[in-house]
């Protein structure tokens, strides 16, 4: 969780959703006022406290399309050895089934975008999820919020853009859909 007690901001970065770029232009353009209490700690982690501590706080985030973000998950951890695109959907799959995407040692990922955040319908804290499939007007929208005119938002830590449907297999695409069945309904993504 970023916080900054000055605009009474509480940032929750979900994996894969553009949070290194919202952390790095609030740490510019709030400076010193930015203080990043762990890279993902969510409503899981033992930084849910602050939740509750700061309960008049604005609290925020983004999500993304549950297949494009697992997809970018998976590039992340195995930095794409770009075999065929037939080997790279079966390792993929392998990838989905076994839950390798979850690190045993850190509670810090979820495969539900959902479970960063407090129940939308009774958090104690204001809460907006902003879409990662409109980042850049939605990045202008927030730092706008915070009387901040942004021109241009930089992506960082991004992989190789991928047309994610083209590394899904049948299987695939219904694990994701068990996995992720909480954002898929709310939401409303589809694959």
Wanted: net charge positive; aromatic share 16%.
């Amino acid at each position: 969780m970023i916080v900054s007690h000055s605009h009474k901001i509480i940032f929750i970065h979900v994996h894969r959703t553009g949070g290194s770029t919202i952390i790095n232009l609030l740490k510019q353009q709030l400076k010193s006022k930015v203080d990043i209490i762990s890279q993902h700690g969510n409503t899981l982690t033992s930084e849910s406290l602050i939740l509750e501590k700061y309960p008049d706080y604005f609290l925020f985030g983004f999500a993304r399309n549950p297949w494009g973000r697992m997809l970018s998950w998976y590039s992340l951890i195995n930095k794409w050895n770009h075999q065929s695109i037939e080997i790279d959907k079966l390792k993929f799959e392998e990838f989905l089934e076994n839950d390798l995407a979850s690190n045993k040692n850190d509670n810090s990922f979820h495969f539900n975008q959902l479970d960063y955040f407090p129940n939308v319908s009774d958090s104690i804290n204001p809460l907006k999820i902003y879409r990662y499939e409109k980042f850049e007007e939605e990045a202008k929208k927030l730092f706008k919020r915070f009387g901040i005119q942004i021109e241009n938002i930089p992506m960082l830590n991004n992989t190789t853009i991928k047309d994610y449907q083209k590394y899904y297999t049948k299987r695939s695409i219904e694990l994701v859909k068990q996995k992720c069945y909480k954002d898929i309904a709310y939401f409303n993504y589809s694959f």
